[in-house]
Nanobody, 126 residues
Framework: QVQVVESGGGSVQTGGSLTLSCAYW????????MAWFRQPLGPGQKREGV?????????GYVSVVKGRFTISQDNEKKLAYLQMNDLKPEDTAMYYC??????????????????WGKGTLVTISS
């Protein structure tokens, strides 16, 4: 059974950095993509994709984090990472790691992810 567990959330000041980790296990092969999503707190806030990486290590980002966030993956250690730099108050959110059972290039944010973690909270203070 596939499981995904995030860690590394916390509180930092504007301009600071934080690295999130995502431990995963239970995959039967390496045909999957990993992605990070986030959902700001408060009623009516929607979850949005942030960064994704496919089995060829090709990464994709949404425009608001491009140049500030870096997604990476270590398949030997079964860990995915989200390095976040130059953090802004608007980056405050619950961050989720998710896996998509897909062996090709990242297909885009319209796909429903297959496995989700429970999230880790990131708070940026001004």
């Amino acid at each position: 059974q596939v499981q995904v567990v995030e860690s590394g959330g916390g509180s930092v000041q504007t301009g600071g950095s934080l690295t999130l980790s995502c431990a995963y296990w239970g995959f039967t092969d390496n045909r999957f993509c990993m992605a990070w999503f986030r959902q700001p707190l408060g009623p009516g806030q929607k979850r949005e994709g942030v960064a994704a990486i496919d089995r060829a290590a090709a990464a994709g980002y949404v425009s608001v984090v491009k140049g500030r966030f870096t997604i990476s993956q270590d398949n030997e250690k079964k860990l995915a990472y989200l390095q976040m730099n130059d953090l802004k108050p608007e980056d405050t959110a619950m961050y989720y790691c998710a896996a998509l059972l897909w062996g090709g290039s990242w297909p885009g944010w319209d796909r429903n992810m297959d496995h989700w973690g429970k999230g880790t909270l990131v708070t940026i203070s001004s």
